[in-house]
């Protein structure tokens, strides 16, 4: 094969062809003139529809109004001055416009409207824009008119199709209000643009806003933006992000009476507390709840979220389950059914109120208690297994009920050391000074008291069986406030267990030998317990003890006194004496009395000194005498 290249038009040597022929001068005059007036007629045609917009005003307004409202429905205002030009693009600059929902849902005041138009519907004298940038604006949208927006969804509306296809459309430099009553939230600096390739195409708003000293960016797509305004249902896709919250949102999105969205949902925030604050709310619930993860099948309306299959996590504890949250008149109702593998409370301990001073008593420090009346709650939740602390239960019902500011808080069930346990407190606003009134109760059935005393305080004088219930009742404006007025009822009883310290049966079997050595043999180790029991009553922030009594192997206890529970000061007298297996008293018993006094943290056994001196031959003696009735009649 042979090519040949060359200048065009030169016949190749290798193929018989003829030259290419150049148009005479007459038809390149014909052409160009042709051109020229093709031309002529396209600008004269634009020039014939453009001229009422160029020469009026009114006419360009008109126009302009037209165009916005056949594509999204909004009514337009003109304030300003009004400029149109052809070259180097169509182009039409606007100085002052404000665009309104019919419902008075939305609105939006712009200082300047520059929109780019499309050439084609300009020959028939048509404005079609195909970009909108809107500059300062101000977009109110009162969100107490949402359901106003959605009658263009009823039936007896006939469903038009819009004129015309307002294009892409940009806010640059504007603010957002958002108006719910007289709430108001401002979203600053924002910049966003909506891309939209026509009703029938899928259209898509990004943009990015300051919004409480936190950047945040947005994204909406929507499937069919046509569907909105009918109250049909679109896909859509959300998504919300910035440093303290990150929500993402796809499912069907439908505008009706009652706007809605189903579909599945996630969020995040390093601190769910710091993103509730963005909303001006606060938890229910004590705690940080930091690396809050949520993911969940939800139903959302403009009273009501519902969440099903939910799955969260919050300071590293995770929960499934489902929830439900609405506002009914003015008020959040929160209902969750949830549960949990392993659950732990510590992290909410940090937001109680301390209980106590560095010197060891009570906290003076006034309650400051969040504002727990604007919303109600029910909150169910089941755990594998909890921890409170050092304390820990298995296979546990938990319960919170929230309601006119009533907080009640109950363990309605759990294994727990051996045993079972229920707890349940109630929280009120309290009368006057008070701030808080409280009423809990707790019992226990057949728990290891040696191991929960250890989980508790880190002490274990007392082991066993325990079966106990105990009632409480208080009012104050701090610890030390609450321990003063506090009342109540207590009992307990004790079997198989020991008490560790004391040695009463050593004690008592050794007592006339070395009875000076009595208050050594009595702490050298332990004594175990058959069966203790004792009722405690408390008034005014006093608990007596009454019909206190406890046996073991060789020895019979009865105890009584009090406690200033204010003071933390503990001041019992007790009386061990020598028993049967039945705990009966032998013939000739041996006794010893003691008193158990001091702080709760540390007390203090003390024997009866003058009854072991007087059981010692040798140091019997150096007790005085006691006073006979001569010695008085002479000292008279």
Not at 45 to 59: E, N, Q, R, Y
Not at 97 to 109: G, H, K
Not at 468 to 491: F, H, K, P
């Amino acid at each position: 094969m042979t090519s040949h290249s060359g200048p065009p038009g030169e016949q190749s040597p290798l193929v018989g062809s003829s030259p290419r022929q150049r148009p005479s001068p007459k038809r390149r005059r014909l052409r160009a003139g042709l051109i020229a007036a093709l031309c002529l007629a396209a600008l004269t045609t634009i020039a014939a529809g453009l001229a009422p917009w160029t020469f009026s005003k009114t006419a360009l307004i008109d126009a302009i109004s037209g165009e916005i409202y056949g594509s999204s429905g909004l009514y337009v205002a003109v304030k300003g001055q009004t400029a149109f030009s052809l070259l180097p693009r169509p182009r039409i600059v606007v100085e002052g416009v404000a665009l309104a929902d019919p419902s008075a849902f939305a609105m939006l005041e712009a200082e300047r409207l520059s929109g780019d138009l499309r050439l084609f519907p300009l020959l028939t004298g048509r404005i079609e824009f195909g970009r909108i940038t809107l500059a300062r604006a101000l977009v109110t949208i009162d969100l107490g008119k949402a359901s106003g927006a959605a009658p263009l969804a009823a039936a007896s509306r006939p469903r038009a199709a819009p004129t015309a296809r307002l294009g892409d459309v940009s806010l640059i430099d504007a603010t957002v209000r958002l108006r719910d009553g007289e709430k108001v939230v401002s979203l600053e600096n924002l910049w966003a643009s909506l891309e939209s390739r026509g009703p029938a195409a899928p259209a898509t708003l990004r943009g990015a806003f300051d919004w409480r000293g936190e950047r945040m960016e947005g994204f909406l797509w929507v499937a069919r933006p046509e569907a909105i305004p009918h109250g049909d249902t679109t896909p859509l896709s959300f998504r919300l992000d910035g440093p303290s919250l990150t929500i993402e949102a796809e499912g069907m999105a439908q505008s009706d009476v009652k706007p809605r969205f189903v579909g599945r949902v996630t969020a995040s925030a390093p601190s769910l507390r710091q993103a509730f604050a963005m909303f001006d709310l606060s938890p229910p619930l004590p705690g940080p709840f930091d690396n809050f993860r949520l993911a969940a099948t939800a139903s959302l309306e403009p009273d009501s979220i519902q969440l099903s299959q939910l799955r969260f996590s919050a300071d590293n504890n995770d929960f499934d389950g489902a929830a439900d949250l609405r506002r009914e008149d003015e008020r959040l109702n929160f209902q969750a059914k949830l549960s949990s593998g392993n659950f732990s409370l510590k992290p909410m301990l940090a937001y109680l109120p301390s209980l106590s001073n560095g010197d060891g008593q009570w906290s003076r420090e006034t309650f400051d208690l969040p504002d727990l009346s604007r919303a109600d709650v029910d909150l169910r939740l089941s755990a594998a297994h909890a921890r409170l602390a050092r304390l820990s239960v298995d296979d546990a019902e938990f319960s919170l009920g929230l309601r006119a500011g009533r907080l009640e808080l109950a363990l309605d069930r759990a294994k727990a050391y051996k045993g079972s346990l229920k707890a349940r407190a109630t929280f009120a606003p309290g009368a006057q000074d008070a701030v808080v009134d409280i009423h809990a109760s707790a019992q226990t059935t057949g728990v290891d008291a040696g191991a929960l005393l250890w989980d508790a305080i880190a002490r274990e004088d007392i082991g066993g069986s325990l079966d106990s219930n105990v009632t409480l009742d208080s009012s104050g404006d701090s610890m030390a406030a609450l321990t003063r007025e506090l009342n109540g009822r207590a009992s307990f009883t004790l079997s198989q267990g020991a008490i560790a310290g004391v040695d009463f049966e050593r004690a008592l079997s050794r007592l006339d030998k070395r009875p000076l050595s009595s208050p050594i043999d009595i702490r050298s180790g332990r004594s175990s317990v058959e069966k203790a029991s004792a009722t405690i009553k408390i008034a005014d922030g006093v608990a007596e003890f009454e019909d206190g009594q406890a046996l073991g192997p060789g020895f019979a206890l009865t105890f009584a006194g009090s406690t200033r529970v204010s003071d933390r000061g503990l001041a019992l007298r007790a009386r061990a004496i020598e028993a049967d297996a039945n705990g009966a008293p032998r013939q000739g018993a041996r006794e010893i009395g003691f008193d158990l006094v001091g702080s709760w943290d540390e007390p203090n056994l003390a024997l009866d000194a003058k009854a072991l001196i007087r059981r010692s031959g040798a140091a019997a003696s150096l007790l005085p005498l006691p006073a006979s009735p001569e010695d008085g009649a002479k000292e008279r």
